[in-house]
């Protein structure tokens, strides 16, 4: 596994190394010269080649993650700062965010229901809603928003500074040092914000659905453990897991390869967080698509 | 005691911009070198692939059995642990304060008690002028200090092979020359092999045993310091007066129409200095460096292929290290009348040597 560092000089998409440029001679066939042992000056710019080229990093990067979770010694005390750093910057935000998501969705819910007449079934539709797709989400947003900007930005002026090459001459790994203990707080954070939000978003739903749309308590608690089971809450602590660790690794990721100087960092940071927005949600529909095929629903 | 560090056919390129190429060279053991060229020729990039932080495309650097370039990641991390690198900009971990990231290396690598840590750290930074400002973060102290305290950090293992990048820029010319005697002292006492990037005519008139150059993509020359002291090479000799004249440009280099252009034009002589003047002696009190014994070896034995200039100015300079080898031993066996340094040789010329 090379460090992710020596992608700095070729790991963008490179579109400006046009086929004319470096060797003077006929570019196609110089990949069938006599030496076959010497590797072309210039490779040839397919299509998509420089995004292949990064998703294969990020994917390397992922899988150097998970090895060197399990190597000692663990930065106990690292994990500890990232943990409470990332979980000071989101709880605030998701707790205000989750009481307004959750009333959305128990009024939306609660007036389609009532279009349909099947009132009593509120409060298990918007319980569900909420805790499958609404929480993850919310958390998504915080930690690819709150967190993975701040990991992405401390990763990179880190970088630019080389105060990650200075760590590799001393010969600590950066992955195992600064990324690993990032991520795991990362997950952490996730996975109890998520129940966090799940808590508070339900809590919400229910104040508007009893107060606001003159549900009965009885009917919202009965439909709920009706309609609602044990594997919803995995599968929503699952995707907040995984949430929190893609969030993560890209983070680091763009953080540990910014383009030039300081500019490069903004960059990065900005990258970071559309990157992480798109392979959540898309990540989101596999799991949820998955998840309603694998798991029965409850009483059918 | 040092390692041999031996470079062969390193070529470097950053997309298709060709960096050098086929640089081939010897760090002998425990002996000093330093690295001249000019800027932006990459010798901050040769430093880097040397360690394995930047991976050349083709070539291989040998250190104790270990390929820097090609060998597995694991063996390459365990063979950092040889080297002490200062960087260009001392790289200190901006969250640290000095104390912290000059014991850093410590905690990482050894299971010295915290006392113990204490004691070398401030050990290093007396040694490099530190004391009493531990307690600041990197952003709080001046460049040339930064440098300093880079220094400290590189070398608080004790490295056997250590990389300095441009030591003396941002210091002073008599931090300067502290800082040279500094890493003369350290080569005494640790043996370590070194190897120094800088511009400065002083460091590398007084300092090295060894002396190269990079320029236009290509060593110039690696060798004993006389045979590029004495070089007729064009862009060494304009490098080491600091002309306009030559092959150096202000840009990376000259087209051929500048230098028609030049021709006509008044000279510009640089400025006259005598470089050969004798290398730096460990401070009294400190052990002989080892490496000049082994260095008198390796360089009688290759005369025959030098040229006459650079045969001459071995043979003075090997004849008048000799002379106060037996001085020395004299002084040593007498008492010593005066404790100063009479041969503190102060470089004439100061001006104009930082690039
Ligand atoms: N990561 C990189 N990506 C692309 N090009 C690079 C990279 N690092 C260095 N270069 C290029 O390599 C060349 C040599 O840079 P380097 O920093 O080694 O110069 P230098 O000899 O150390 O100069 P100076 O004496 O000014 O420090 C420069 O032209 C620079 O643009
Ligand atoms: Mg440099």
């Not at chain 2, 640790?190 to 008139?205: E, G, K, S, W, Y």
């Not at chain 2, 862009?235 to 129409?257: C, N, R, T």
């Not at chain 2, 025959?304 to 071995?314: G, N």
């Amino acid at each position: 596994m090379t460090g992710p560092a020596e992608e700095k000089p070729d790991g963008g998409p490179a579109p400006e190394n046009g086929p004319t440029s470096g060797r003077p001679g006929p570019g196609p066939t110089a990949e069938g010269d006599a030496d076959g042992s010497r590797p072309p000056a210039v490779e040839q710019p397919l299509p998509g080649l420089g995004w292949l080229r990064q998703t294969g990093a990020l994917f390397a990067l992922a899988v150097a993650v998970l090895r060197a979770v399990f190597k000692r010694p663990f930065q106990f005390r690292e994990f500890v700062e990232q943990f409470w750093f990332i979980a000071s910057v989101t709880i605030l935000p998701a707790a205000l965010v989750s009481i307004p998501f959750g009333a959305v969705i128990a009024l939306q819910v609660g007036s389609l229901a009532s279009q349909i007449s099947a009132q009593s079934f509120t409060g298990g539709a918007s319980v569900l809603v909420n805790i499958q797709q609404a929480s993850p989400l919310i958390v998504a947003l915080l930690i690819a928003g709150a967190a993975g900007s701040a990991i992405c930005a401390d990763l990179g002026s880190r970088t630019i500074r080389e105060e990650l090459d200075a760590m590799e001459v001393m010969g600590v790994s950066p992955i195992q040092r600064l990324v690993v203990p990032r991520v795991l707080a990362t997950i952490c954070v996730a996975v109890l914000l998520n129940g966090m939000v799940s808590v508070v978003g339900t809590l919400g739903g229910y104040f508007f659905n009893v107060v606001m749309q003159d549900g009965t308590p009885g009917a919202y608690i009965a439909s709920f453990s009706a309609l609602a089971q044990l594997p919803d809450l995995y599968i929503s602590e699952i995707k907040a897991a995984l949430f929190g660790f893609i969030a993560g690794v890209v983070a680091a990721y763009r953080g540990l390869n910014p383009r030039g100087g300081p500019k490069g960092v903004g960059d990065a940071v900005n990258q970071s967080v559309v990157i992480t927005f798109l392979l959540l949600f898309f990540v989101n529909l596999v799991l949820t698509g998955i998840y309603l095929q694998l798991v029965p629903p409850k009483g059918a | 005691m040092g390692i041999e560090v031996s470079v062969e056919g390193l070529t470097k390129s950053f997309g298709s911009k060709n960096i050098w190429q086929d640089v081939s060279l010897t760090l002998p053991t425990g002996e000093v070198s330093v690295m001249l060229g000019p800027s932006g020729t990459g010798k901050t990039v040769f430093l880097k692939s040397m360690i394995g932080l930047i991976k050349p495309e083709s070539g291989r650097v040998l250190v104790d059995g270990v390929d820097m370039v090609n060998s597995p990641e694991r063996d390459v991390y365990e063979a950092r642990k040889l080297f002490g690198l200062m960087f260009q900009d001392g790289a200190l971990f901006g969250s640290m304060n000095l104390f912290d990231n000059i014991a850093f290396p410590l905690r990482e690598h050894t299971r010295k008690k915290e006392s113990e840590i204490r004691r070398v750290v401030m050990e290093r930074l007396e040694m490099v002028g530190l004391v009493g400002d531990e307690g600041k973060l990197p952003g709080e102290i001046s460049g040339g200090m930064r440098k300093r305290a880079g220094l400290a950090r590189a070398l608080v293992l004790d490295p056997q092979i250590v990389l300095c990048d441009e030591p003396d820029s941002g210091l002073d010319p008599v931090r300067t020359s502290f800082l040279s005697q500094l890493l003369i002292d350290l080569n005494a006492q640790i043996d370590a092999t070194m190897l120094i990037v800088t511009h400065n005519l002083d460091i590398a008139a007084t300092v090295p045993d060894n002396m190269g150059m990079l320029f236009r993509r290509n060593l110039v020359t690696f060798g004993p310091r006389e045979v590029l002291l004495t070089s007729e090479e064009p862009v060494v000799a304009q490098f080491l007066s600091g002309s306009k004249k030559g092959p150096i440009g202000m840009s990376e280099e000259k087209d051929a129409a500048a230098l028609a252009a030049e021709r006509g034009r008044a000279d510009d002589p640089g400025i006259e200095r005598n470089l050969l003047v004798p290398q730096l002696e460990p401070s009294p009190g400190l052990p002989e460096r080892s490496a000049v014994r082994r260095r008198r070896h390796r360089v009688e034995g290759m005369l025959d292929s030098l040229t006459p200039a650079a045969r001459s100015a071995i043979r003075s300079s090997l004849a008048a290290r000799s002379e106060t080898a037996t001085v020395a031993a004299q002084a040593a066996s007498s008492p010593p009348v005066n404790a100063g340094r009479a041969d503190d040789p102060a470089p004439t010329e100061q001006a104009g040597s930082d690039g």
